[in-house]
């Protein structure tokens, strides 16, 4: 027996993958909503295709009559059952991207990792320590000798020009 339904579960919310002119997504109907079966109005559950579904769960009116994007949908998409019509094949994803887009933006985005900074601080450190600190400013002379240096000549000259 096929599954019946081509439902979609994402984060624990039922979904089912429904057809208009291509494939949406439409959702459960909530609260007082009405809803509506996954099959088209007028189906009878004695089409050939019928023996192989979970008619019950076709039937059941629990789905939203629009899709995400906000489409009046026709009919749920077959999956992997027999198509409904006779011609058609079975679908498996959407190809709305605003169904797409309106289902993913109810997920959680990652957490930024807290880590990042000191990272980017890390790098940052090694770069100047690797570039600037050798081959820099100071005429190719590491800090500590150019500190070095720098009191040598002050101690030379501790009182510099300005006096004289
Ligand atoms: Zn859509």
């Not at 027996?1 to 979609?8: A, S």
């Not at 999956?79 to 006779?86: I, L, N, V």
């Not at 990652?110 to 880590?115: L, Q």
């Not at 070095?148 to 501790?158: D, K, L, N, S």
Request: overall charge negative; charged content about 20%.
């Amino acid at each position: 027996m096929l599954h019946g339904l081509n439902e979609l579960v994402v984060r624990g919310k039922r979904y089912l993958l429904v057809g208009v002119s291509s494939s949406h997504i439409a959702r459960l109907a909530e609260g007082d909503e009405p809803g509506r079966p996954a099959l088209a109005e007028g189906r009878t559950g004695t089409e050939p295709w019928a023996t192989r579904y979970d008619l019950g769960a076709l039937l059941d009116p629990i789905w939203n009559h629009r899709t995400l994007c906000g489409r009046e949908w026709i009919e749920m998409e077959p999956g992997e059952g027999p198509p409904f019509d006779g011609w058609g094949t079975g679908v498996y994803a959407p190809h709305c991207r605003n169904c797409l887009r309106i289902l993913s933006s109810g997920l959680e985005s990652i957490a930024p990792d807290e880590r990042i900074p000191l990272i980017v601080a890390t790098l940052s450190w090694v770069h100047w320590f690797n570039e600037d600190r050798l081959h820099g400013h100071c005429a190719d002379v590491p800090p500590a000798e150019f500190e070095a240096a720098f009191y040598a000549a002050q101690q030379a000259a501790p009182t510099g020009v300005g006096n004289q």
